[in-house]
């Protein structure tokens, strides 16, 4: 049997007509360029995340930096990261001339320890980008408190999390501002890369607006040095197809974790995640724990199964983060986790099938 990480082509079967109907729409217009389908969805996706504004733009990476750069976060200043993460979630900061400080994690959740936070703090700290990490929702009201006493902003880095919610807040909402990827993977993917970022302020939404637009907020007309990185029309065409979905697709995924976890509690050493209240973590990827973590992968690949490492490396060994002069050791907990960690397919429409011969397969190997 062969199981991806991901199916894409699962989904799509799904909803092909909706999606091939709304590209079909952009085509005929060839309106391929900030077209009314991008202020659509903007306007439907600030709606689900209970936001006011939403500005969308190429991809996720450019969500983070034009977050931190419409912030006034730049040259000098520091911004608080998890060491476990994806790179892109740094690369925003540095991207806005800010200096990356990384933080790590909580070996539980794998979100941002919330008691190192104020030990990283500097008199240079002007913002703290927590990552729903793996689609759990992290709890921000104590950095919110921490945000307050020194004068600080949250960013968040929603890339993983659509749809999370906890306390009755949608991810993304909760900070200043919220920035998503909707790379084909994620739980609301397009067929292409695309981004955006959620705020209440409508300050920050005209910036952002002239931010992704070469600095212009009227044609041809630039007051600030500005860029490109436009959500794409026809991007914004599926979205609206599959926008309507998320909330199914993340109840199936939930769903999945649940399983994963009855069929493999008291599996070899692994480690399984927490599953917590529904909504709060809507399983982007389910990640396990083991100390034969890389035999098992080369297994569950060699028998079919799409397994996979989010991430191998923590942010402070990456060569681009050298500079900072962080050396092995100095965040126990997310270098232990980039040994140990693996992830298992999980996907809307994963059936029990694939479910039980990839949990089949781990139990042969142990």
């Known amino acids: 049997m062969k199981i991806p990480l991901v199916d ?32 659509k969805f903007e306007q439907e996706f600030a709606k689900y995340c209970g936001a006011s504004f939403a500005v969308g733009l190429a991809n996720g990476t450019d969500a983070l930096h034009l977050a931190v750069r419409a912030a006034g976060i730049g040259t000098g200043d520091e ?29 539980k959740n794998f979100l941002m320890n919330i008691s190192l936070i104020e030990k990283a703090i500097t008199k240079n700290t002007k913002a703290i980008m927590p990552v ?33 919610e906890l306390y009755g807040k949608r991810a993304g909402s909760v900070g200043l501002m919220g920035c998503f990827s909707f790379y084909p993977g994620k739980n609301l993917g397009c067929y292409g890369d695309g981004g955006l970022v959620v ?13 992704r637009n070469y600095g212009s907020p009227k044609k041809y007309y630039h007051p600030i040095l500005g860029f490109n990185c436009r959500l794409d029309t026809m991007q914004a065409a ?32 692994l480690v399984l995640p927490e599953v917590p209240e529904k909504k709060s973590h809507v399983f982007h990827l ?24 989010h991430y191998p490396v923590p942010i402070h060994l990456h060569g681009a983060y050298a500079h900072l002069g962080y050396k092995k050791g100095a965040f126990p907990v997310s270098e232990r986790l980039s040994d140990e960690i693996l992830s298992l ?22």
Request: hydrophobic share 40%.
């Open 286 to 309: 389910y990640v396990i724990q083991t100390k034969k973590r890389d035999t098992l992968l080369e297994h569950l690949n060699k028998q079919g199964v799409g397994a996979g490492i």
């Open 238 to 269: 599926v979205l609206l197809a599959k926008l309507p979905h998320l909330d199914s697709y993340n109840q199936a995924r939930y769903e999945v974790a649940v399983k994963y976890n009855r069929a493999l509690e008291g599996v070899g050493d």
């Open 132 to 164: 729903h990490l793996y689609g759990r929702m992290m709890d921000l009201d104590p950095v919110l408190e921490i945000t307050k006493k020194h004068g600080l902003i949250v960013i968040e880095d929603t890339a993983q999390a659509h749809g999370a």
């Open 8 to 39: 894409l082509q699962a989904q799509m079967k799904l909803i092909k007509s909706d999606v091939l109907k709304n590209i079909t729409s952009v085509v005929e217009k060839c309106n391929f360029v900030l077209g009314e389908e991008v202020q």
């Open 345 to 366: 397919p999980v996907y809307p429409e994963i059936t029990d099938e694939q479910i039980g011969y990839t949990v089949e397969q781990i139990k042969k190997f142990f």
């Open 199 to 211: 705020t209440n302020s409508s300050e920050l939404k005209d910036k952002l607006i002239s931010l």
């Open 79 to 107: 911004v608080l990261v998890p060491a476990n993460t994806f790179i892109a979630t740094a690369l925003g900061v540095t991207f806005a001339g800010a200096k990356v400080v990384p933080v790590d994690v909580n070996p």
